[in-house]
């Protein structure tokens, strides 16, 4: 079972920020936060991820709250092609244990 | 990064018969997955393909319904056996690489069974 809770679906004005929330409160110690998104059609595919430090690489921005039972995903300008399903997992670092919640819907409206 | 394909991208299939599903990535990777995702749903880990010894099954999943070779580091099949109309659904292979680690993702076998 996920060990993770999302929204299941957040809209988005194209070209603002999404900010996308995912509680996770039972998380281990050795346990990071996986954020993967899954375009129609596709296969998942990674964004980003973290174990306490807030993270940011070329798609998106981590921030982690210092308890670590929750965290949020930023968009900083949401695309139309940014409409997908976001799914936030926690697992350890060896990242053989990936279970998937029923992540969050977004929609990037015009 | 590692590229991943997976063959078919789809098929239509009748009861009772079985399929075999083929997962290739473009570097040699440790670990190997299959992911099933029925329609609507979320993805659910189905196994864990080990290199020269017998796969990993998650709970629900069983080896006569799903056996899975990976005969080396780069390539791993999913067979489903014995089909029925239950088991359409996405199938999908990943693998772990990457300096961090990351789970990548083929595009899927769409599975349709009649």
């Known amino acids: 079972d996920a060990k993770t809770t999302q929204p299941t679906s957040m809209d988005c004005a194209e070209g603002r920020a999404a900010n996308l929330p995912c509680n996770h409160s039972?998380?281990?110690?050795?346990?990071?936060v996986y954020w993967y998104r899954q375009i129609h059609s596709q296969g998942p595919q990674y964004i980003i991820h973290?174990?306490?430090n807030n993270e940011t690489n070329e798609m998106a921005s981590l921030i982690i709250t210092e308890d670590r039972k929750s965290s949020t995903l930023i968009l900083p300008h949401a695309t139309l092609r940014d409409t997908a399903v976001y799914y936030c997992?926690?697992?350890?670092?060896?990242?053989?244990?990936?279970?998937f919640g029923a992540g969050t819907r977004l929609t990037v409206k015009p | 990064s590692a590229v991943i394909s997976q063959k078919p991208s789809r098929d239509i299939c009748q009861r009772g018969t079985s399929l075999t599903i083929q997962c290739q990535v473009d570097?040699?990777?440790?670990?190997m997955f299959w992911y099933r995702q029925q329609p609507g749903q979320s993805l659910t880990l189905i196994a864990t393909?080990?290199?020269?010894?017998?796969?990993?099954?998650e709970s629900g999943f069983v080896i006569d319904k799903f056996p899975i070779s990976r005969p080396n580091l780069t390539f791993s099949t999913l067979t489903v056996s014995n089909m029925s109309p239950e088991d359409s659904s996405i199938y999908l292979c990943?693998?772990?690489?990457?300096?961090?680690?990351?789970?990548?993702f083929g595009p899927g076998t769409r599975l349709t069974v009649l």
């Open positions: 973290g174990l306490k």
């Open positions: 393909a080990n290199q020269g010894s017998e796969a990993t099954y």
């Open positions: 997992i926690v697992s350890p670092y060896n990242n053989n244990d990936m279970r």
């Open positions: 039972t998380i281990s110690g050795n346990e990071y």
């Open positions: 990943s693998a772990t690489s990457g300096f961090y680690n990351e789970q990548f």
């Open positions: 570097s040699q990777v440790t670990m």
